[in-house]
């Protein structure tokens, strides 16, 4: 199941920068594309940063992370705990992204809150865009799979966002959700189930299929 893939984060980070960190210093001490103002907190675990990536003024790096090559991570972003981003990504300003896989030629706009999720490539989300990722009862998160509810035995759960797909400004995602490949979901859009592949907009208060 996806949200598997959650769980093995922080060995998978642990293991690519070991990886790369063989090869060659961590890239980030000796980066001229990392500006100033900037905290990478290796508390937790280590912070890896490819070549080619910037990282702009006052962002927040908790690790373990891992972040691909040639990507940027816009003003006043926070990064923390088990993230993985991949090559080509763009973080737009005041994006928060906890415990989650975002994979290459994403782009995720300002003010967004990405958590406990996957991102799958070639993806685009506009600014504000939410994944919310606990029940206000405090509940397990359950996910619709081939028809049954499915207990993840997880208290704090994202989304899967398949690849290829939009979200206009301000969609927000219930928890355990998933919007399969290629599909277009236009602004202010509260997602209660999963999609399936097609174009979903707002009209007259009702999520429409088009």
Not at 130 to 159: A, E, M, P, Y
């Amino acid at each position: 199941m996806w949200w598997n893939e959650l769980d093995l984060l922080e060995s998978k980070i642990q293991y690519l920068n070991k990886l790369h960190q063989s090869i060659m210093n961590k890239i980030y001490n000796k980066n001229e594309k990392i500006k100033k103002n900037i905290v990478i907190d290796e508390t937790y675990g280590p912070v890896f940063i490819g070549i080619g990536t910037v990282i702009s003024e006052n962002v927040i790096i908790k690790g373990p992370v891992f972040i691909g090559e040639n990507s940027l991570i816009g003003n006043s972003v926070l990064i923390r705990g088990n993230t993985y981003i991949g090559n080509n990504v763009r973080l737009g300003f005041s994006t928060e992204v906890k415990n989650s896989i975002i994979e290459d030629n994403v782009s995720v706009g300002p003010q967004s809150f990405v958590a406990d999720s996957k991102i799958e490539k070639n993806t685009y989300l506009a600014a504000q865009v939410r994944t919310s990722n606990h029940r206000l009862d405090k509940k397990n998160i359950h996910v619709f799979v081939n028809g049954s509810l499915v207990d993840t035995q997880k208290q704090k759960l994202g989304c899967l966002i398949g690849k290829g797909s939009t979200l206009g400004v301000q969609v927000v995602i219930l928890p355990g959700r998933i919007i399969a490949e290629n599909t277009v979901i236009g602004p202010k859009v509260l997602v209660e189930k999963n999609l399936a592949s097609g174009k979903y907009f707002l009209k007259q208060e009702i999520i429409k299929n088009i």
